[in-house]
């Protein structure tokens, strides 16, 4: 069973960086995409962020593009979220999820209802 755990939130002024941490515990690394996601107060929850365990193909929201990066560490049992000129609309609840890669498919962006683990969530706020 997948288990994730995020850690790397908090506030953070208009223009400030913030990096987020997602450990996992799945073994099959080559079989995981690993993605960001976030809900902001009073609205539905939103992919930012994906990347292929097995490789290291990464993909993006239009809302992040150019502004947060994601990656892993050479271990690939964590992957981090760096978020840079952060700006209020990026204050959420940001949300690490995994889903099983399927063969021949890419990790692009999925919708939340096909992950298959959640972390508990960690709060971003710019202000």
């Known amino acids: 069973q997948v288990q994730l755990v995020e850690s790397g939130g908090g506030s953070v002024q208009p223009g400030g960086s913030l990096t987020l941490s997602c450990l996992t515990n799945e073994y099959t690394a080559g079989s995981l995409c690993v993605n960001w996601f976030r809900q902001p107060p009073g609205k539905e929850r939103e992919g930012v962020a994906s990347?292929?365990?097995?490789?290291?193909?990464?993909f993006y929201a239009d809302s992040v593009k150019g502004r947060f990066t994601i990656s892993q560490d050479s271990t690939r049992s964590t992957v981090y979220l760096r978020m840079n000129s952060l700006n209020s609309e990026d204050t959420a609840m940001y949300y690490c999820?995994?889903?099983?890669?399927?063969?021949?498919?890419?990790?692009?962006?999925?919708?939340?209802?096909?992950?298959?683990?959640w972390g508990q969530g960690t709060q971003v706020t710019v202000s």
């Open positions: 990347i292929d365990r097995g490789g290291d193909s990464t």
């Open positions: 999820a995994a889903r099983s890669k399927v063969w021949g498919k890419s990790c692009a962006l999925a919708p939340s209802r096909v992950m298959r683990a």
